[in-house]
């Protein structure tokens, strides 16, 4: 369990991605329940016990360092689902590992289409300026940001988020997802 991809290739704004599992089988299921339904304690409980059996410790992240920014829902998404399944999963995390869960550094802006309804092809478009860095954060170059969210698949959302996060000065942009597709 656990896969990570030190040193992102050049096409992404990702210093390095961490995923847990891979995006196959019963995780897909587990996957909506968390996204598409409001999360139950035992889907919650899932997820925390696939994050302690991971090897994330391995990495070599200053984890008490790490501010976890979880991947932001629009307003109206927000609203409508009574949550966001990354800050759920962001929190695991610091709780786990240490570090801060800060869900008003970047915020989405634009109320997309989801990803999951289009091809990889149009993902990346998708997404452009969907995210904004919020103002009254002042970056500084030593941070270590970790998004958050739940699958990577074509990777254009975290891509985008950390290319806002990176021009607003940030030095390292790491990213974490439950699952990789």
């Known amino acids: 369990m656990g896969y990570s991809s030190h040193g992102c290739n050049s096409k992404t704004y990702l210093d390095q991605l961490y995923s847990v599992c891979w995006y196959r089988d019963a ?44 991947i932001p829902l629009h307003v109206r998404k927000h609203r409508e689902r009574g949550f966001n399944q990354s800050e759920l999963l962001a929190t695991i995390l610091s709780k786990h590992l240490g570090g801060t869960v800060c869900t008003d550094m970047v915020v989405r802006k634009i109320n997309t289409k989801s990803q999951a309804s289009l091809p990889k092809g149009l993902r990346k478009d998708n997404m452009k300026g969907a995210f904004e860095w919020t103002e009254k954060y002042i970056p500084q170059k030593t941070s270590h940001i970790v998004l958050v969210d739940d699958v990577y698949t074509s990777g254009s959302t975290l891509n985008e988020c950390a290319r806002i996060i990176k021009e607003a000065g940030v030095k390292t942009v790491s990213a974490f997802t439950f699952a990789r597709g």
């Open 27 to 70: 995780v897909v299921s587990l996957v909506g329940a968390l996204k598409y339904n409001r999360p139950v304690r035992k889907v919650l409980e899932v997820f925390e016990m696939f994050i302690e059996g991971s090897v994330i410790s391995e990495i070599g992240y200053d984890w008490e360092q790490v501010v976890y920014i979880p």
